[in-house]
Structures are given as C-alpha cells and as structure tokens.
C-alpha cells in the first residue's frame, strides 16, 4: 500500500490525530495493512483516517491505544477533535463539513428527505431561499461563501465519476413553497430532469403512505471503495456521523423498508411532474 504524504498536523484536529496516528504506527514499525488488522479495519481506511479524509471514532481510538500501547492518547486526541470544532468549514456548517467530504469519495449515496430538496439536487434559487430563512440577517458576501460551497458540492452529480445517488423524498418535500411557486416548480423540474437524464434515481413517500421506518429524520447512507459505509443524519443546526457497523445497518435496513413503501421511479416522476405545474399554475394571477 502506498504511505500517505504528510500532512499539516496544525492544519485541523483530524489533522493533527492523523500525524500522531500516523508518528505512532511507524514507530512501532507496522504498516497501514497490519495495523489495520490489529483493529478489525482495512488499512486503506487507517491511511484515510491519517490524512484526515476520514474522522477519527472514539471507540476506534481505543483500539488503536490498545494496538500500539500508546495508554490513552489517541482517544484523548479524538475527544478534543470532536470538541474543537469552528461554526464553518470551507463554506458548511461543520457539522456537516466531514459528511460533505465523504460525498465526494462515495460509491453511493441514498439520501431520505423528509421536508426539504437533498442539497445535490438543490437548484441555486431554492439554496438562496433556505439561507435566507436560515440565516435571515446574514451579509451578501457571506451568502455567495456558502451558494459557492452548494456549487462546488452540486457539482459532484454532474462528474463522470459521480456516485449513484437514489433519494426518498416525502410529499412534504415537493409540497412546501420554497422560495414561492416559481422557485418550487423550477426545483422540481429540475430533479425531473435529472431523473430522465438517468443521473439519479428518486421515489416519493406520499402522504397517504402513513408511517414509515424512516419518520425519525433526514439521513444519508454512503458506501466506499475500501472503507466502511457510514451514515450521516442530520438536525436544526446539528449532524452526526455514525460509522460503526451496527447503526449503520439499522439505518440500511429502515432506509430499504421505506424504499418499500414510497412508490416506484417512474409514479415518482409523474408526481413530480404533476406537482411542478401545481406550483406553475400558483404563479398565475
């Protein structure tokens, strides 16, 4: 496996865990693969988590403490990681900064929505209406930081490598005004599109479906090339990451029971349709 190139270790607190996870391993003259072994992952994972592509887990810490007799360093290293953290990162909250990253490197994403447009499928007009409720006495300049951190990140759906992205979106979704009638039925024939165009695949909860396995919020599942799959979910003005095999599987499992439910791709599609010339007609006097 090829050793990653060092990394500013003041650069952020995963980086700083990463240089220290890093300075300890070859210490104890083991490799990325064999300490991988020793903690029940892929060395590819251990080499992402040293550069910091990946965040560090706290019970993952511990094994590694463990691994390479280092007490508790590294779990202390972890616990301040997690604490040490500013409001924005590279134009995200930085709760959702790392899950941003994660996108970027996934195989897949499946995404539940249960009130607003996944941000990969946001048009510029319906993010511009979300921050302005959101952040109603922020600057210009600072909402053009983060329309151009949306941009960046929308753009990841339209690169040859993009990852399969399949989104349950509840009617609440295509039903609340966002930005107004023009805005919404932008919006929705914008995920139209993509949907004809073969990039994404999207099923809608209606609401005559009832309760479903995935009412408790928003949540993204990704999988990867050579490390874990991981789910992030997401509240007012917090996210959390979960990479630990147990929830993780919990999430895949309520995620594929919703699936179930929702209706299939193509009456998914002539409601989206149907709704985005509801919302047209609105805008007629």
């Known amino acids: 496996m090829t050793e990653p190139k060092p990394l500013d270790p003041f650069q952020s607190p995963d980086a700083f865990y990463g240089s220290e996870l890093r300075r300890l391993r070859e210490e104890a003259k083991l490799s990325q693969d064999r300490l991988g072994t020793r903690v029940f992952i892929s060395g590819a994972y251990i080499g992402q988590i040293e550069t910091a592509v990946r965040r560090p887990r706290l019970d993952l810490s511990m094994r590694l403490d463990a691994a390479l007799e280092t007490g508790k360093h590294l779990e202390s290293l ?82 040859p490598t993009r990852p399969e992205f399949w989104a349950i979106l509840h009617e609440t979704v295509l039903r609340i005004p966002v930005g107004g009638p023009e805005v919404m039925a932008e919006q929705l024939r914008s995920i139209a599109g993509r949907v004809r165009a073969g990039r994404v695949i999207v099923q809608i909860l209606r609401y005559q479906d009832g309760a479903h396995a995935m009412m408790a919020g928003m949540v993204s599942l990704m999988s990867f090339d050579g490390a874990p799959d991981l789910a992030y979910s997401e509240s007012v003005h917090s996210g959390q990451i979960l990479d630990e095999t147990e929830p993780v599987a919990l999430y895949r499992k309520s995620y594929d029971l919703a699936r179930a439910v929702a209706l299939s791709p193509e009456a998914s599609l002539a409601l989206l349709d149907s709704v985005a010339e509801e919302h047209a007609n609105a805008q007629q006097p």
């Open 78 to 159: 972890c616990r301040m990681a997690h604490k040490s953290r500013p409001l924005y990162t590279n134009g995200h909250a930085t709760y959702f900064a790392a899950a941003a990253d994660h996108e970027s490197s996934a195989k897949s994403i499946c995404e539940y929505a249960p009130t607003a447009v996944p941000g990969l499928l946001q048009t510029e007009a319906y993010i511009r209406a979300v921050i302005k409720a959101a952040l109603p006495l922020a600057q210009p300049s600072e909402v053009d930081q983060l329309v151009a951190a949306w941009h960046k990140r929308a753009a990841l759906l339209d690169h």
